[in-house]
């Protein structure tokens, strides 16, 4: 790096540099797309959640993050979701991803998100960062046919719409409280009844569920399904199944746990898409404290963090687990404590068992026999609906 690479706030007069930058990263944008993008921007700017690094008076990369609340353990914790991570051709391998990165990490401190994730371009930067693979988005692919054969006739379904919104974000709480769910985000009332009023989506509610699909070439996609009973279930994955006439397969975004997986006759196609996302914990005691816990578990433990990129993780702490929740308190005992660098910690946040942290060298010392209790308390089949 030379001393004129300097960390910055993304401005709006910085956007089609940013642009241009982008457009080497990930090809470029048609007119209509371009418009779009540096309106979203905007609304990053006017934050302080767009940050660049500049050489003189150039751009040469930027980074923005979401402002997103993340389920976890059926609670709800604030994430910053790192998105457009974009660095110019001539300047990549020289410390200037890491630079912004920082920048990010730092500005997503000062915000108050105890948490961030992303989907890494790769993963090496990001590990060098303390991020680590938090669960993954899964697509599953299944026969039209078979969906329409699931019956459910018994249950009303109608249209759904941007009034809507509301009721679907109910819904959603109550799937994911009740089931203590990890991973998926929580979007704003607005941005979901965008969603529900795009002509390109159909959305169809019942009284305790509700499907958002698409068109996907000559295929269905299921971006999201709720369902609180076997029988609304099968309405609603019938209504997309009504379409085989035309189309044969149905993509759907779903967890490897669906209900569906139990319901439909025929496994899923084995040609399944896993895209993997990694998390890092920003402030540990406030990431334990907002997550939820398994009911059963109920834990003592010390813990020794190191995290030099965020110093305030680092050090001794006594982690308590009951009744569903957490705390994580500054600690001045001298006994033995299970050492855990960034990407351990939040390896073992998102539900990694310790024995495969042991086995990664990403979990020193401690007592193993804890293990199982901090394997019952972090349990978690992690993943995510959205790409970012």
């Known amino acids: 790096m030379t001393d004129a690479l300097r960390l910055v706030d993304i401005a709006a007069e910085h956007l089609d540099d940013v642009v241009r ?3 080497r990263s990930f090809g470029p944008l048609d007119a209509a797309s371009r418009e779009n993008w540096i309106k979203d921007a905007k609304e990053f700017v006017d934050d302080g959640r767009f940050l660049g690094v500049t050489d003189g008076d150039e751009v040469v990369a930027g980074a923005r993050f979401w402002d997103f609340q993340q389920w976890w353990g059926g609670r709800q914790v604030p994430m910053a979701g790192v998105a457009g991570v974009v660095v110019s051709p001539e300047y990549r391998g020289r410390g200037v991803g890491s630079l912004m990165m920082r920048g990010v990490l730092q500005r997503a401190v000062e915000k108050g998100y105890p948490l961030t994730a992303l989907y890494p ?11 680590e693979f938090g669960g993954g988005r899964y697509r599953f692919s299944f026969p039209a046919a078979g969906l329409r054969a699931l019956g459910g006739k018994e249950v009303a379904v109608r249209r759904a719409g941007a009034d ?13 409280t009740a089931g203590r769910t990890s991973g998926p985000l929580v979007w704003a009332e607005s941005k979901v009844a965008d ?50 006439s035309i189309a044969r397969t149905v993509n759907a975004y779903v967890p490897p746990t669906d ?34 816990f398994a009911l059963g578990a109920s834990l003592e433990v010390d813990l020794e963090l190191d995290d030099p990129e965020l110093p305030s993780n680092t050090g001794r702490w006594h982690l308590s687990v009951a009744d569903g929740a957490g705390a994580l308190t500054s600690s001045t005992a001298s006994g033995e404590a299970l050492r855990l660098n960034a990407r351990g910690l939040a390896a073992l946040y998102a539900g990694t068992p310790l024995a495969t942290l042991r086995r990664a060298g990403l979990a ?9 209790a901090l394997d019952t308390a972090f349990t978690s089949a992690s993943y995510m609906l959205d790409y970012f």
Request: charged content about 20%.
């Open 21 to 23: 930058v982008r457009s």
């Open 121 to 131: 371009a790769t993963t090496v930067i990001y590990r060098q960062l303390g991020y």
């Open 164 to 176: 809507d919104a509301a009721r679907i974000l109910e819904l959603v709480a109550q799937a994911h």
């Open 195 to 244: 969603w529900l009023a795009d002509d390109d989506n159909f959305g169809y509610l019942a009284e305790d569920g509700f499907v958002v699909y698409n068109w996907d070439g000559g295929d269905l996609r299921v971006d999201e399904i709720i369902a609180g009973s076997e029988a609304t279930a099968r309405a609603l994955w019938a209504t997309v199944g009504s379409g085989s």
């Open 259 to 292: 209900p569906i997986h139990l319901l439909i006759e025929h496994e899923a196609d084995k040609q399944a898409q896993l895209q993997r996302w990694m998390l890092r914990l920003l402030d540990a005691p406030a990431a334990i404290a907002a997550r939820g």
């Open 364 to 372: 020193l010392g401690g007592s193993p026999a804890n293990d199982p």
